[in-house]
T-cell receptor, first 113, second 114 residues
Framework: DVKVTQSSRYLVKRTGEKVFLECVQDMDHENMFWYRQDPGLGLRLIYF???????EKGDIPEGYSVSREKKERFSLILESASTNQTSMYLC???FGTGANTQYFGPGTRLTVL | GDSVTQMEGPVTLSEEAFLTINCTYTATGYPSLFWYVQYPGEGLQLLLK?????DKGSNKGFEATYRKETTSFHLEKGSVQVSDSAVYFCALISVRGGSEKLVFGKGTKLTVNP
């Protein structure tokens, strides 16, 4: 079974803090993704990566950066957290290209005060 | 750009009722189509998919048929259970600039009452 784990289920941070969200997958998938999920907006893609040290912007990359130093790990970084980044963050991974299933982690609910 | 529109809900049904959640898409060509489900407190998981026109995806009693004429991929189940209560997302694969990514609808929350 594919497993995607995220470092925290719940996180509370203060405005201006630097925040790291970690995601690890155990199936040697090339592709990894970060989404945020907000009520009424669905899932929106923040960043994705098709290989180690490679990253591409998604639909809403502003205020975020990512790091992929190892194939199994994909980190989302909020350089200076703001209240409008309060959200549920979901990580996913998939193999290859085409209609391959994305496997999701359980999510991190981030609250920025 | 490519997009997915699904009925927003929430949808509330009694156990054993028939379920339809509508999903239509706008895309270049014929993208692969997906339904993902999110149970309370969990991440998303794939429910079913279809990769070409007239394909029918099915899983756990749910079905959806890829209709290119109507650009639709409606989700149906003949008899829902309380355990089907979840949020359902329709999605397609979008290819842009050599990159592939999933484009999701906004989700439909289903509550099934005993």
């Amino acid at each position: 079974d594919v497993k995607v784990t995220q470092s925290s289920r719940y996180l509370v941070k203060r405005t201006g803090e630097k925040v790291f969200l970690e995601c690890v997958q155990d199936m040697d998938h090339e592709n990894m993704f970060w989404y945020r999920q907000d009520p009424g907006l669905g899932l929106r893609l923040i960043y994705f990566s098709y290989d180690v040290k490679m990253k591409e912007k998604g639909d809403i990359p502003e205020g975020y950066s990512v790091s992929r130093e190892k194939k199994e790990r994909f980190s989302l970084i909020l350089e200076s957290a703001s209240t409008n980044q309060t959200s549920m963050y979901l990580c996913a991974s998939s193999f290859g290209t085409g209609a391959n299933t994305q496997y999701f982690g359980p999510g991190t609910r981030l609250t920025v005060l | 750009g490519d997009s997915v529109t699904q009925m927003e809900g929430p949808v509330t049904l009694s156990e054993e009722a028939f379920l339809t959640i509508n999903c239509t898409y706008t895309a270049t060509g014929y993208p692969s189509l997906f339904w993902y489900v999110q149970y309370p407190g969990e991440g998303l998981q794939l429910l079913l998919k279809a990769t070409k026109a007239d394909d029918k995806g099915s899983n756990k009693g749910f079905e959806a048929t890829y209709r290119k004429e109507t650009t639709s991929f409606h989700l149906e189940k003949g008899s829902v259970q309380v355990s089907d209560s979840a949020v359902y997302f329709c999605a397609l694969i979008s290819v842009r600039g050599g990159s592939e990514k999933l484009v999701f609808g906004k989700g439909t929350k289903l509550t099934v009452n005993p």
